[in-house]
């Protein structure tokens, strides 16, 4: 078996790989909006089919909700068994008119960085997941079999909250077993880094509506003797944090929370995170969480308690006189450490419902979850096998590094499956993942697809 | 001249007059939507034709925006001249949705306190302009003409800030001469208690969007060092208020506001204003005003900071786990006294730059204007001589009332035709003006249009 034909191969065989990732990107596979569920039925075919066509038995499952994808590979039972995961819905693409082109009508464009693919999906997750389907292409058309039993696994929810997941991973137990799963949906610390994520923050979602009087009323009428819900939010909503230290002043919010070793922190501190691009790049001249942590602490081990939408009122052209009867409020908490989300969840509730003046009440969403912190194994032989073989590809030592963000999934692989994850991804920050013109690197991709080669060869050994 | 007969006739014409009205409901006249104008015309050309009608020389002018409606009657140069004012523009519908019936096909309905005519400007403007409309078409068929001189006024844009006003008083001061104003667009301040309003309160609108990072951003990446625009606004809109004395904590916001003079309050406190009804019919039990002032001072005598909408972020089903771009805000203020609009947003402006972050910017819609409190002068016989009338007309005392609105014309009329104002209405609270289901009591409309004819009476004596 030959890492060097099949690296070989895949240089040779780029052009084609981005050709089959824009046939994948053209099609929009939107999970959160019922009116795309056709396309993302349609992205679930063209990903078996395009697992066939490397000679992977592959699989449609139908769900409640949209399809699992599930192939199988490899029948040597000494070489390694891993399960591959990645998703192949994506985001919605609203606002569309900030998108320069179709978000679903991909392109390769030239940018101060070099060449990238632009289009919906193309880092957040079909580039990145395409960087191991065409490591296998490549390495299966270059030696006839691969290095490794592979399992691959893809769903369609993770965009929507992954409804189905969790029952399917219970109920098929047997089918999804192996030794180890490997993720491709995360981005290196800094471009050129290659990365590995070694602990990932956890999520709490929860949702809240204040009412005031019975109907909207006149603010000429009403104003003064009024409680207006948009004050009282925002009164609530300021009462979250404290600002003179940057923390969340929930009372309890910080249980289960440690700090970083310092053995760590001193790694992290030289694992090439561009602070100034981090922050720059975005419009920040600082950071700003909690006082007395550098912005790689805030990002990778500090818990917080985000607003991701507050409404209320009249929002349209002009002027109204107006003391409407509700407000509302969405937030998420990313988690650390022991971390309780359940718990979590009393203690913010019980912070809103002791600042309520009289006459204002909450209701609460109650159809939203959370999941705790993860941190990796990284004692397991696979870890370092993994950390050389990027260091190979990207002439850099590769680095474990913490993630800002939440992959519910790879807790739920550890408590369902008894699976440990290694994730190692190729994105980049200016990705921009979730927001109009979503691109990601030609480099990222062809050099993912480098890396995927060389860390199956070095678990294989 | 007999008021009797009038009254007589006024009461037997009844049905008549409510149908003419619910004619004129028929029309959707909303001014702040372009797709309306044509029934905004409509509306003036209905109201010229009534006015004709009753043999009034009426004509429909236009103007920049939608048109003014004039009407002259009477040439006794011995007799009083009042001019009277009224808007045939209406509310927006939204949320139509809460309506229970079409806007726009007004009906009769029993309700708890009586009959009433439902449908979008029954209460505002409509029904409150015909009663005066109603009035001189009685008294002129019974008695051949009127006892006073009567110039009609009618806009077509008092619910969407009225921008050709000024201009059109401007033009027309001649035209529009008069001894004095009548005004048909305010309510009672209890159920059956006949109201003069002796002062209104001003207005100041203004708008500003809080700017953080250059585009929406992850929250899993960004969440910890990145501002958050969200928790932005919140700070910043809290901090408006100074939460144990109620009082808005804008430095300099109380400049030019005086005490209410003891025996004005005393009268005020004796002139039926029902605050259990008040507060209770839209789900309040206390009045959330400043400590240690009156529900009545904080509606008519103490100015306000109102937050009319807040906005940002995502607001769809579900969660996002989204720090957005931006926050936005809209208020209006109540201005009382002397409080000088101008001056107060550049106050308001000042605290919120005084207070933004580090990254976080803010821009302010410079369209917006304001207009100060106004306060009617009471020595003028003709209040005495309309409150009488009034007494007589609902069997009970009528009273001087502030309110808690504000009509910017009345200040206009002041500044630009040297023109005093009486302000007299029949509206109730639960009229739910500007919301779903707005309707008119019908003995508001029938004892409306009879005292209008007792106040013309009076006036001519």
């Known amino acids: 078996m030959s890492l060097d034909a099949t690296l ?17 990107l053209r099609i929009p596979s939107i999970s959160t909006d019922p009116a ?10 063209w990903l078996v089919d395009d697992l066939k066509s490397i000679g992977i038995d592959a699989k449609k499952h139908p769900t409640p909700g949209h399809p699992m994808v599930v192939g199988h590979v490899g029948d040597d039972a000494d070489a390694p068994h891993v399960l591959f995961y990645g998703h192949y819905d994506v985001q919605p693409v609203d606002p569309l008119d900030l998108w320069n082109r179709d978000p679903f009508d991909p392109a390769l464009e030239e940018t101060e960085h070099g060449q990238v693919i632009r289009g919906r999906g193309s880092s957040d997750d079909k580039g990145q997941l ?4 065409e490591a296998c292409r490549a390495w299966k058309a270059v030696n006839g079999k691969l290095p490794c039993r592979i399992t691959f696994f893809f769903e369609g929810e993770e965009e929507s909250g992954s409804p189905s997941l969790v029952p399917f991973l219970e109920a098929n137990k047997e089918e999804l077993k192996a030794d180890l799963a490997l993720v ?3 981005s290196m610390v800094s471009r050129g880094v290659p990365s590995i994520a070694s602990q990932l923050r956890g999520m709490l979602k929860d949702e809240f509506t204040i009412i005031g009087p019975r109907i909207d009323l006149h603010s000429g009428h009403y104003g003064g003797p009024g409680l207006n819900p948009l004050r009282e939010i925002s009164r609530i909503v300021a009462s979250f944090y404290d600002e003179e230290t940057g923390r969340v002043a929930v009372e309890g919010f910080y249980e289960g929370v440690h700090e970083v070793p310092a053995e760590q922190l001193r790694q992290w501190e030289n694992c090439g995170f561009d602070e100034a691009e981090y922050l720059n790049s975005v419009g920040y001249t600082q950071p700003h969480g909690e006082n007395g942590y550098s912005t790689l602490e805030q990002q990778w081990a500090r818990p917080t308690l985000e607003i991701n939408g507050l409404w209320g009122g009249y929002n349209g052209a002009g002027s109204k006189t107006v003391i409407p009867s509700q407000a509302h409020c969405k937030i998420t908490c990313r988690l650390v450490g022991e971390m309780d989300p359940d718990k979590l969840r009393d203690k ?5 419902e002791d600042r309520l003046s009289p006459d204002a009440k909450v209701v609460w969403d109650n159809d939203l ?7 990796m194994n990284l004692d397991r032989p696979e870890f370092e096998a993994a950390r050389a073989a990027l260091s190979d590809e990207w002439g850099r030592e590769a680095v474990f590094t913490g993630m800002g963000g939440s992959i519910p999934v790879v807790g739920y692989f550890n408590t369902v499956l008894g699976l440990d994850s290694m994730l190692v991804g190729y994105a980049n920050d200016d990705d921009a993942i979730h927001s109009p013109n979503e ?3 030609v480099k990222s991709f062809h050099k ?14």
Chains 1, 2 share one sequence.
């Open 130 to 133: 395409m960087t191991f389907v």
């Open 8 to 24: 070989s191969k895949i240089d040779s065989d780029l052009s084609a790989s981005i050709e089959r990732l824009m046939e994948f």
């Open 184 to 186: 491709c949906d995360t």
């Open 36 to 45: 795309f569920k056709k396309d993302v039925d349609k992205a679930a075919d």
């Open 348 to 352: 913010i509730r019980k912070h809103v």
């Open 448 to 461: 993912g697809i480098r890396s995927w080669a060389r860390i199956l060869d070095a678990l294989s050994r």
């Open 439 to 441: 691109k990601y690197d």
């Open 369 to 375: 979850e959370g999941s705790p912190a993860s941190v």
